[in-house]
DNA sequence: ATATCGTACAACCAAATGGTTGTAGATCAG
DNA sequence: CTGATCTACAACCATTTGGTTGTACGATAT
């Protein structure tokens, strides 16, 4: 279905943003307090382009949103892409579980 | 910190197993019913070798398991790499919550 | 013994990723 | 107004990714 093709390509994108150490901690980060792009790239070892970048990733997986203030762009977490991450992490999990409990049920009946 | 590298790293690979449909795929199928390589390959529109790095990403990532049996491969789910991947969001989901739990305090002081 | 099956692996290719520098447009401070 | 700051974006580059085909080799079946 296409419908299922969009949700495909929007958990790519979740879990590609969150496959980056960089942008792991950024997310740390805006979820405790609100940060500036400027004043994410002062944490790291990289230009300022490159923070630009990651937290474009971010904002397009809804890890991330951005708002302008005056001249700055403000950066805060979203809860609403950790919530789909988690989501489908817990129906794999889900999936584990019943097989677990098939297998009991098979061994309980010898 | 050195040990911390290693566990982002392993993160990494863990996240980017995870960014890819047919690999969610594969690791849910495994999760249910073990599959044999070329069994695998059977159920998409790829090359063999195609799937066959399919599987050799998941297996990097601990998300599954080979084992040989006769001249087959056999892949089965591992529940280590969904744990491990499932834990990092917990804690991000705990550092939320702590966030929503301080705003409440806050207005609860007004 | 020979052909077939399942796998591994190399070589190759196009596209995406993660980084860089440079340029330009807003916004703010003096 | 001028200069500094924050952001956006393009162009470029090396590496990785996701796919292909082809070759080789052990295990199985006839």
Redesign the pocket.
């Known amino acids: 279905m296409v419908v299922d093709q969009l949700r495909e390509t929007e958990l790519d994108r979740l879990f ?1 943003a969150f ?2 150490s ?1 942008r792991r901690d950024i997310v740390r980060r805006v979820t405790v307090t609100e940060y ?4 994410l ?1 002062a944490l790291y ?6 923070v ?4 474009a ?1 971010l904002e397009r997986a809804s890890l991330v949103t ?1 708002e ?7 950066v805060r977490g979203n809860h609403e892409g950790l919530q789909k991450a988690r989501w489908l992490l817990d129906e794999y999990e889900q999936v584990w579980r019943q097989r677990a409990a098939r297998i009991a049920d098979i061994l309980a009946e010898e």
């Open positions: 590609q496959a980056d960089t500036s792009v400027s004043g790239a070892a990289m230009s300022f382009a490159a630009q970048k990651h937290v990733v951005k302008k203030r005056g001249r700055e762009q403000i």
